[in-house]
């Protein structure tokens, strides 16, 4: 089973930047599209951004523009620069591997991490 593991959360004002990391356990990584999704209080979890095993991107409306998604498959991870912050981007912020019809694949999620916009 893989395992996922999120960090670089935090703490930004208005306008700020953060870059988030996914860690995967396993030797197949490369082989996967993965995308990051968040959640926010009282919300359904989305999809926010995607990448290929290729290397193509994807992005919700909602961040495009802002968002830049990216992998290193020779660390097994992948990254997600957030800049240009709003409130409304305050969520959990998780990683899985995705479907073409932008569905999770893996059943098990990591803890996530907690990116707060506050002023």
């Known amino acids: 089973q893989v395992q996922l593991v999120e960090s670089g959360g935090g703490l930004v004002q208005p306008g700020g930047s953060l870059r988030l990391s996914c860690a995967a356990s396993?030797?197949?990584?490369?082989?996967?599209?993965m995308g990051w999704y968040r959640q926010a209080p009282g919300k359904q979890r989305e999809l926010v951004a995607a990448?290929?095993?290729?290397?193509?991107?994807n992005y919700a409306d909602s961040v495009k523009g802002r968002f830049t998604i990216f992998r290193d498959n020779a660390k097994n991870t992948v990254y997600l620069q957030v800049n240009s912050l709003k409130p409304e981007d305050t969520a959990v912020y998780y990683c899985?591997?995705?479907?073409?019809?932008?569905?999770?694949?893996?059943?098990?999620w990591g803890q996530g991490t907690q990116v707060t916009v506050s002023s």
């Open positions: 990448i290929t095993s290729g290397g193509s991107t």
């Open positions: 396993g030797s197949m990584f490369s082989i996967y599209a």
């Open positions: 899985n591997a995705v479907n073409g019809l932008g569905y999770p694949i893996f059943d098990s």
